[in-house]
């Protein structure tokens, strides 16, 4: 073999075992941070395990919304119009959330079947931009994209 | 190919390509729709025509109808308009309009201005009736049959196609169910 | 009328984009100077119809315009006359157009600084722009022009920008980014005219060094923006949320960044020729795929009338065609990119490749993130799923620590061979300082032993201590300080600075998430709340009004250690025209620490809810961009780009005679 070849030979071994082991890590990450993402009538048919992470989504229920006086709690039922999860939530609401408006609740079910939120996000539609309840659903993130994407 | 693996890029990026694509066509919007069905939720609204009376579902035609939600704000509403003036030209079925979280003197202003299909419209200036509908937005069209039932639902603007393709079969069977 | 006067001037740039795309390049095939010579005027013609266009819109938008569809929903009389004029980027149409705009900008440049270019070069590197603005042009007119109008019935007011959006940082944060984006088409262009002509040289990666340069700097300091614009205008406490529309742009930052690193080994080594032409190519097709992913709805949300996939459809499209074609251009051609391969295995060739390899791993791993979602729904039959911020952040924040360990050794280090003994000179007591004070100043600092604080010290100094130390050798046997630094050349300033920069944007970063502290509490009028040195107190709120919004606006006296410090106030706005309900943050930002509070709802009983932070060192993460920025500026200037251009150009084509696409066809 002549030096140079040698050479190419073990940079592409170097690039080889460093995309490798870039690839495994990535998987790894990727399987302990993925959140399911449930809907109310998957978790009233009992399909989360309690002190999971996922998401919930749904509506949030007319009237359901309860704000406590003396704490930062606020409590809400979010429904996808078949079954209802009651989500429990301890800091400031999204400024979109709004009653009737299709929300996304990260956190986990507690043994006793509320769902402790560790943060609500609220997509939203305008007026006439009517965004649909699954995409708010679908939403990824509690920023309303960068702007090229925000409406 | 003998430096096959300058192929690996394209591969790579044909493999991309094939999952965005069919991203694209992978419908993230359904969600079962859920009056569907079931009466009407009960109101006690004002609307445009009858000064403060309050309306309630006893005013509403004893036939099958239409509501439709709409607002002047809505530009897709523009687009449906002429759909539903030619719908009532024919005298095909009522239509009933939902004023959805409007003000009252720009909705009849815009129906002055783009033709007025509607057989009465009812006010939701707040959005509290549209909650109870669980409307997302304006434009939005139900069907209601005879008794009061919610038979049908689109959520957005509706074309032409939409109007042959769903809404005169929908309202067809709607009415075929009712005779038998 | 006026309106269709801008749709007129779209089509006549979208015919001369035609001609552009065409002409000079069959010109450069055929060896025809006059075909060749039509690439500069047809180019100005395209930038000149852009800018009309663009022109009309916002003269649409100043205009109240409202039988335009897209100002009747981006605008609204009572919308104050600056957000009318940057609501043109305030929607998918107009931002299309700005964006194309820009594209007419960058060709335009290239035009002008372009003279000492061969003009066969510069002939193929315009119609490759130009076959771009035709795809771009086309999307316009067929998919989403405009200038489409609501006749015959136009609504008598709009519907009103986009509350979020009505934000200083929204003037200039989409500029700066669609600037920034494009300008990776320029040098998209360069690396296919390369592999065309099958010629690239060191004298091409001269020509293209400042374009890709600049096209980076710019797009940091978008990216910059855009962080900065969601910290202060999102309100809840972050700077960066791994959001599937903020991921391409970093996408596409990184691998510019791996580009021009492997770009600099082209110029000064020759070597890595193929790889950095594929880099090039795929810092455009991310840039792309960021247009996809935010335009096509397909990770965003969906609205009424945008329902069909006609625009996804178009853009894969356009994506395939031009991704598609140039990869297997690559993989054609790639074999006649004949690289050197003269290096040692200790080398700074050999370091700059691992500064790659962990660019391109860490941009993969994002893309990874962003689009695993979407694949797993099509996998597993609907599922749906999200990746959260921990998966990016177990990935990229050890891939920046290597970087970062790597970016003291790979200046230093020597082309070629490295010898061991030279790095140990150079760094050895580099190494000790930086462990040794980075360690005993956060311990004494904090009476504690914090492990991240450490960790982040100890890599930043010894970035810095590396720097200081290469200047000083540099520098050693100068007459003086002064004329030593005036004689090391501008590129390695805007080198050392970019780095500096970056350092101090990933110590900000890291301090800051280590640091912050924030409460959400309660709050009656008169009642207070303590968050680290500081008391909170809310002194209750005042009815506010603004040109087209109204406003709960809060007064929080915050003072320390019982003295008064500050007042800040923190709004609850609702824009009437939409009733969008937004946050505007209370902020008080310094250079070691922010203090920033955000307005909740208020309860039956009177009191507000409310979240108070104290965000040490998050301005460093904006402040080094800024440095970064600079510092690829800088490089720009370096006048050996502008020195001998002509002289090396002519050099090359009298070297490479027979080097013309016409002499490997014909």
């Known amino acids: 073999m002549k030096p140079h070849r040698r050479k190419k030979l073990g940079i592409i071994l170097f690039i080889a075992a460093g995309l490798g082991t870039a690839i495994g890590l990535s998987l790894y990450a990727l399987s302990n941070n993925i959140d399911l993402f ?11 395990t309690p002190g999971q992470r996922i998401r919930v989504g749904g509506m949030v229920k007319e009237g359901s919304v309860s704000h406590s006086q003396e704490e930062l709690e606020v409590s809400f039922i979010a429904t996808d119009y078949n079954n209802d999860v009651h989500i429990l939530y301890a800091g400031i609401l999204p400024d979109l959330f709004r009653e009737g408006q299709g929300i996304v609740a990260e956190g986990a079910m507690r043994v006793d079947g509320i769902f402790q939120a560790s943060r609500v996000l609220a997509k939203h539609d305008e007026n006439y931009m009517s965004v649909e309840v699954k995409a708010a659903l679908d939403a990824a993130g509690q920023v309303p994209g960068m702007p090229q994407g925000a409406n | 190919m003998k430096n096959f693996k300058l192929y690996i890029p394209v591969a790579v990026f044909a493999v991309l390509a094939v999952f965005m694509w069919q991203g694209l066509f992978l419908d993230t919007r359904t969600l079962p729709s859920v009056l569907i069905d079931r009466p009407l939720p009960e109101f006690e609204l004002r609307s445009l025509e009858m000064g403060d009376r309050l309306l309630t579902t006893a005013d509403l035609p004893d036939e099958p109808f239409i509501l439709n939600i709409w607002g002047s704000y809505c530009l897709p509403c523009l687009q449906e308009n002429p759909i539903f003036m030619s719908a009532k030209e024919r005298g095909i079925i009522p239509i009933i309009g939902l004023n959805y979280k409007d003000r009252d003197d720009a909705a009849r202003n815009w129906l002055d201005i783009n033709g007025n299909p509607f057989d009465l419209n009812i006010i939701d200036d707040n959005g509290r009736y549209g909650i109870d509908l669980g409307v997302y937005g304006a434009p939005e069209t139900f069907l209601v049959d005879a008794n009061g039932v919610i038979r049908f639902k689109h959520i957005g603007v509706i074309n032409y196609r939409i109007w042959e393709d769903e809404i005169m079969p929908a309202i067809a069977a709607i009415r075929a169910g009712g005779n038998s | 009328m006026i309106p269709e006067l801008g749709n007129f001037a779209l089509i006549l740039a979208f015919c001369l984009s035609v001609l552009l795309g065409f002409i000079p390049m069959i010109g450069a095939a055929r060896n025809n100077v006059l075909w060749m010579s039509l690439a500069r005027p047809l180019t100005v013609g395209v930038f000149v119809f852009l800018s009309i266009s663009l022109f009309v819109l916002g003269y649409s938008f100043v205009a109240d315009d409202f039988s335009v569809q897209f100002v009747a929903s981006h605008s609204n009389t009572m919308l104050p006359i600056y957000y009318k004029i940057t609501a043109v ?58 200038f489409d109008r609501v006749l015959p019935f136009p609504p008598a007011d709009g519907a009103d920008l986009n509350a979020a959006l009505q934000d200083f940082a929204f003037i200039i944060h989409p500029p700066s980014l669609y600037m920034g984006y494009v300008g990776f088409s320029v040098v998209f262009a360069f690396a296919i005219a390369a592999l065309i002509s099958g010629r690239l040289d060191a004298a091409w990666a001269r020509w293209c060094r400042p374009w890709a340069n600049a096209a980076w700097a710019i797009l940091t300091l978008g990216l910059s923006l855009g962080s900065w614009w969601a910290y202060y205008e999102l309100g809840w406490g972050g700077w960066w949320a791994w959001d599937p529309v903020e991921n391409p742009p970093l996408i596409t930052w990184l691998l510019g960044a791996a580009m021009i690193h492997s770009l600099a080994a082209t110029e000064k080594r020759g070597v890595f020729k193929s790889w950095t032409v594929l880099l090039a190519i795929m810092a455009f097709a991310s840039s792309l795929l960021g247009t996809f992913i935010t335009r096509s709805g397909l990770l965003t949300s969906v609205h009424a009338f945008a329902t069909d996939p006609t625009r996804g459809v178009y ?63 099509a996998m597993s039959g609907g599922d749906l799923i999200s990746v959260g911020p921990p998966f990016f952040n177990t990935i990229f924040v050890p891939l920046m620590g290597i970087l970062v360990v790597l970016m003291a050794i790979g200046p230093i280090s020597r082309w070629k ?17 930086a462990v040794s004070l980075g360690v005993v100043i956060p311990v004494l600092l904090t009476m504690d032993v914090p492990f991240g604080t450490i960790g982040t010290a100890v890599l930043a100094l010894w970035v810095i201590f590396s720097m200081a130390s290469d200047i000083k050798t540099k520098i050693a046997n100068k007459s003086s300080v002064v004329s030593g630094l005036r004689s090391l050349p501008v590129s390695y300033w805007g080198m050392t600075l970019a780095h500096f920069g970056f350092v101090m944007t990933m110590a900000g970063a890291c301090l800051t998430s280590i640091y912050s502290i924030e409460r959400s509490v309660l709050l009656q009028a008169g009642q207070s709340a303590e968050l680290g040195r500081y008391t909170f107190r809310f002194e209750g709120t005042r009815y506010v009004e603004g040109p087209n919004f109204i406003a709960d606006e809060a007064t929080i006296v915050v003072s320390r250690g019982g003295e008064f410090y500050k007042n800040l106030y923190p709004q609850k706005r609702l824009y009437v025209a939409s009733g969008t309900p937004t946050s505007q943050m209370g902020i008080d930002g310094r250079f070691l620490r922010d203090l920033f509070t955000t307005l909740g709802d208020q309860r039956e009983n009177g009191a507000w809810s409310m979240t108070v932070y104290v965000k040490p060192f998050v301005r460093w993460i904006w402040i080094g961009t800024i440095f ?14 502008r020195q001998f251009k002509v002289k090396q150009s002519e050099k090359v084509a009298r070297d490479n005679p027979g080097t013309t696409l016409a002499g490997e066809i014909v």
């Open chain 1, 38 to 48: 449930f809907t109310p009538t998957q978790v009233a048919a009992g399909e989360v």
């Open chain 3, 89 to 146: 980027w305030g929607g998918h149409e107009g931002s299309f157009l700005f964006w194309t705009w820009m594209l007419g900008g960058w060709m335009l440049a290239v035009c002008i600084f372009s003279k000492a270019m061969p003009d066969e070069f510069v002939a193929r590197v315009l119609a490759i722009m130009g076959l771009i603005c035709v795809g771009y042009t086309l999307f316009m007119l067929a998919t989403s022009n405009p």
């Open chain 3, 315 to 377: 853009i894969l499209g356009f994506l395939a065609l031009i991704i598609g074609g140039s990869l297997i251009l690559y993989a054609v051609r790639a074999p006649q990119l004949k690289s050197e391969f003269g290096f040692g295995s200790f080398s700074r060739e050999v370091f700059l490749l691992a500064n790659n390899l962990i660019l391109v791993v860490a941009s993969a791993a994002i893309l990874l993130g962003t689009l695993y979602p979407m694949v797993y729904q």
């Open chain 3, 417 to 433: 061979r490295t010898s061991f003994a030279h790095l140990r000179a150079q760094l050895g007591k580099v190494a000790i300082a």
């Open chain 3, 628 to 641: 970064i920025a600079f510092g690829g500026i800088l490089a720009v200037t370096d006048k050996r780009y």
